[in-house]
Structure formats: C-alpha cells, structure tokens
Nanobody
Framework: VQLQASGGGSVQPGASLRLSCAAS????????MAWFRQNPGKEREFVSV????????YYADSVKGRFTISRDNMKKMVYLQMNSLRPEDTAVYYC??????????????????WGQGTQVTVSS
C-alpha cells in the first residue's frame, strides 16, 4: 500500500485548506483511513478517521466542527477539508491506513501504512 498526501501550504488564520491522500491498494474501500499531525519534538496526534466498513467518522476535539474527513473509494482518495484554520493547526499532516479488520482506532500504532506528510502552516 502506498499513500501520497498533498494539499498543504501556508495560510492565514481563518483560511481553509483541503488535504488529499491518494492510495494504491486493491482493498482500499475496506481500510480505515485517518489523518494525523505532528510537530517537531512532539508525538503524532490523531486528527480524524473514516471507517472502511460503514464510513463513520471521528474527530479530535480540537478540530471538531472545523475539519471534515471524506473518502472516494472509486478514486481511492481520502480528503481532509480544514476550515477556520488556527495557528495551533500548524503541523505536518500524515494520512494513514489501517488494514486490519478491527474497529477503527485513534492510536497511530494501529496504522500500518503512512504517507510522506504535507506541511500546513497557519500564521499571520
């Protein structure tokens, strides 16, 4: 499984960005797909996940109401629409795939494939 994240950039507070993650995997539709973020010297932080089984979504409290995760199984893509961005959203964002048949999880240890990361910088 290969994951390719894109869409990051430098924006002002209050702006929006849409991250994309392209997957190369035959069974993409069954994978739980998540976004994590990380800053230097800090642990990787869960942002959002979308289930592969029923499409349910979950969000970290810090992004709830501002970010929206979605997927297009035909295109093997997962997206993260980020609105009302704040300086504290600044991080490298990673997409990740959980290919297990367990329920989705927020722990990065559950995810066995990762994209290369895309930088998001929110600053005035």
């Amino acid at each position: 499984v290969q994951l390719q994240a894109s869409g990051g950039g430098s924006v002002q507070p209050g702006a929006s960005l849409r991250l994309s993650c392209a997957a190369s995997a035959r069974s993409f539709a069954s994978f739980h797909m998540a976004w994590f973020r990380q800053n230097p010297g800090k642990e990787r932080e869960f942002v959002s996940v979308i289930d592969g089984t029923d499409g349910n979504t979950y969000y970290a409290d810090s992004v709830k109401g501002r970010f929206t995760i979605s997927r297009d199984n035909m295109k093997k893509m997962v997206y993260l629409q980020m609105n009302s961005l704040r300086p504290e959203d600044t991080a490298v964002y990673y997409c990740a795939a959980d290919t297990s048949e367990l329920g989705s999880d927020i722990s990065p240890d559950r995810y066995d494939y990762w994209g290369q990361g895309t930088q998001v910088t929110v600053s005035s």
